[in-house]
């Protein structure tokens, strides 16, 4: 079975056509299906048309969040309602096209865990097409998952993917890279794009910014949470290698007899040196409290948080 989970704000104008596109898509593909719309505090009409398709179809459900909490928290109520084995996730502004579902899971059928689709001609302002190649290139880097396009809302996951994930913020850009982390098999393809018919853009510069912060959190959970001291005490070693060699060079002219207490060079010396310890400091007590929270974790529970699949 496929969950299509469907987040939208303000889109009265597009869903009855949107339902209608996932159900060709799907009914040709003889998978049963059902349609997740999750209304996260529309203004307009959509509450109208979500209960008259609710009413009308046997396979739509429709979540209603009390007010306008963001993507994430649309997504998260919308993952919590899915009975299916497999997810899809779409936007509701008619861009990403429908018809590209059953390659989505053609390629989960090869073996994969998710796939993310890739708008390679994206029908955008010039300006956004720039922050989100900008955004993505730096994504990759930053985390070292290699997507050209994780803000593509056009995703198929297999249901325990997503089990156990939290998201708020801006987390949904990055849910390949969270995925990627916890050793699930990641693809993406190339989807069809198209023109907005209705409305109008809420995404700008500012949530680009705010999914940057949120990129270090997740690219820090990743790699770090487990081994904090590796990040803290490596940042922390640099600094007092630095801070040691300025004051060993220090040390080196005064014996010689030249005057270092009105150099500044010793105040930057000390600095890192002492900034240095307290990065191992923060590292080691970061350790203590990851150590504290694995111990807790039954060892059943540690297990199955790694293990894919058991051969009796």
């Not at 940057?212 to 959970?221: A, E, I």
Request: proline share 3%.
């Amino acid at each position: 079975m496929v969950s299509v989970v469907v987040p939208l704000l303000n889109e009265e104008r597009s869903l009855e056509t949107l339902y209608h596109e996932i159900a060709d898509a799907l009914e040709a593909q003889e998978r049963p299906f059902e349609v997740i719309f999750v209304d996260d505090g529309s203004t307009d009409g959509s509450r109208a048309v979500l209960a008259r398709l609710a009413s009308e179809t046997a396979n739509v459900v429709v979540v209603h969040l009390r007010r306008n909490f963001g993507k994430a928290a649309a997504l998260q109520a919308g993952f919590l309602e899915a009975r299916g084995d497999i997810v899809v996730t779409i936007d509701a502004d008619l861009q990403d096209d429908p018809a590209e579902i059953p390659q989505l899971l053609a390629k989960l059928d090869e073996g994969f865990d998710l796939v993310s689709g890739w708008k390679t001609r994206r029908n955008d302002p010039l300006g956004r097409r720039l922050f989100s190649r900008l955004f993505n290139w730096a994504t990759a880097v930053v985390s070292g998952v290699r997507l050209h396009d994780v803000n593509c809302g056009l995703k198929a996951y297999r249901a325990e993917v997503l089990q156990g994930m939290r998201l708020y913020g801006e987390l949904h850009r990055f849910i390949p890279i969270l995925a990627s982390y916890r050793g699930f098999r990641v693809a993406e393809i190339p989807v069809n794009h198209r023109a907005r018919q209705h409305g109008r853009s809420r995404y700008g510069p500012e949530r680009y910014l705010r999914g940057f912060f949120d990129l270090l959190s997740v690219t820090f959970m990743g790699r770090y949470r487990h081994r904090p001291l590796h990040l803290f005490g490596g940042v922390g070693l640099v600094m007092g290698a630095f801070g040691f060699v300025i004051l060993l060079y220090l040390t080196v002219l005064k014996l010689w007899g030249e005057a270092i207490g009105h150099r500044p060079l010793l105040t930057l010396g000390v600095l890192f040196i002492v900034v240095g310890i307290q990065f191992v400091s923060l590292g080691l007590l970061s350790e203590l409290v990851t150590s504290q929270h694995e111990e807790r974790l039954d060892e059943r529970e540690r297990s199955e948080q790694l293990v894919e699949e058991v051969l009796r």
